[in-house]
């Protein structure tokens, strides 16, 4: 499959490329600069090694920063041994970072490169699938503070985006599966053709060398492309959805992951949330059953888990008015009225959103 290209126009008109073997195409990308700091998560040693090597010889001054794993890149202490590099090494305004690796690695790298001289140029290598179609593009970068999860960062865009699909190959299949549900959510909200695709070939939707997955990477893109170039801040305010759109599932699963110390995936998490919503869509009579029952099948038949433990309900309710889309006591959901038809919901009645979680609970 020849490799596509995706638009986006978000403070910097940038393109995202999908396809596989792209790295040949980073050198075009970063010229002008001198020197180039590649942050990469620590199982990308290998990979980092070799790109700094076809970068040396095209006489770019290379220094590589490998990260803590996962989450604990996203620290103050992590931001600051980078800062101390990218001085050490003379990083001027024309340099540019990369980042390589998952979304903690696009995050931490893209937060780097936004506050180092007030912001130079970071090009963004997700290796993950979730990376690809959520963290990797559209320019939020973020790091965690004893007060929480990404409630440190600032909005800036790439200059381009290489999501090279061989690496979907080295990802272990819970990985691959978790990355999923972030394409799903965007099905359900935006491109119902992405949901047909899964329905009528699962294995070929989590096979990382076939050309389903490139065609549902390509779609879920696209739709994030399309609504960070139309609300890059997430500024829309009232009841209007620009960005926030892509918070569907996600006021409920960011309460599990809380609940969960972080342990679950956060594809999981957000699984459980969407199946949270459709219910309290249900049960509010705006989403028909068959629609809401679309949200369990398609999401079970990837094996990503539709049901949350009982027992919880006030710790996630607590987690829930803490949520970043929380607008004072508000708790802000995105629902569904049918699918590819988002709305915001503010406040639901609490005895409704109870009965949405007694409704996933697995009763034991
Ligand atoms: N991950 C949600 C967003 O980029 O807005």
Redesign the pocket.
């Known amino acids: 499959m020849p490799d596509q290209v995706i638009q986006v126009s978000a403070e910097l008109n940038y393109e995202v490329v999908i396809g596989r073997g792209l790295m040949g195409r980073l050198p075009l990308l970063i010229s002008g600069a001198t020197r180039v700091a590649i942050i990469h998560a620590p199982t990308l040693q290998a990979q980092a090694q070799a790109l700094s090597q076809s970068l040396n010889d095209q006489n770019f001054e290379v220094t590589l920063i490998a990260l803590p794993d996962a989450e604990a890149a996203k620290s103050a202490s992590v931001v600051e041994t980078c800062w101390t590099v990218l001085g050490v090494q003379g990083f001027t305004r024309s340099d540019v970072v990369v980042g390589l690796g998952g979304g903690a690695t696009t995050d931490l790298a893209g937060f780097v490169a936004s506050t180092w001289l007030r912001g130079i140029k970071v090009i963004q290598v997700p290796t993950t699938l979730l990376a690809m179609v959520?963290?990797g593009v559209?320019g939020?970068t973020g790091i965690n503070t004893d007060a929480g999860k990404n409630l440190v960062g600032a909005f800036h865009s790439p200059s381009g985006v290489l999501c090279d699909l061989e690496f979907l190959t080295s990802l272990n299949n819970e990985d691959l599966v978790a990355g999923m549900a972030e394409v799903v959510k965007v099905g359900f909200t935006s491109d119902p053709e992405i949901l047909k695709i899964i329905q009528s070939d699962v294995s070929g939707a989590i096979d990382p060398t076939g050309a389903v997955i490139q065609e549902l990477v390509r779609r879920a893109v696209q739709v994030?492309a399309d609504?960070?170039s139309a609300d890059f801040k997430?500024s829309r305010n009232g009841q209007a959805l620009g960005?926030e759109v892509?918070?569907y599932g996600h006021t409920f699963g960011h309460a599990v992951e809380r609940e969960e110390n972080y342990r679950w995936r956060h594809g999981a998490a957000i699984s459980v949330g969407m199946c949270f919503v459709a219910e309290l869509a249900r049960q509010s009579g705006r989403l028909s059953d068959q629609d809401a029952d679309l949200h369990f099948s398609i999401l079970e038949g990837l094996g990503l888990p539709t049901t949350y433990a009982s027992g919880h309900w006030e710790d996630l309710f607590e987690a829930m008015h803490m949520d970043k889309k929380a607008r004072g006591s508000v708790i802000r959901f995105v629902v569904l009225e049918g699918i590819g038809r988002p709305v915001a919901w503010d406040g639901p009645d609490p005895a409704l959103l109870a009965a949405a979680y007694d409704a996933i609970s697995r009763h034991q």
């Open positions: 959520d963290a559209g939020k994030k609504v960070v997430e960005r892509l918070n």
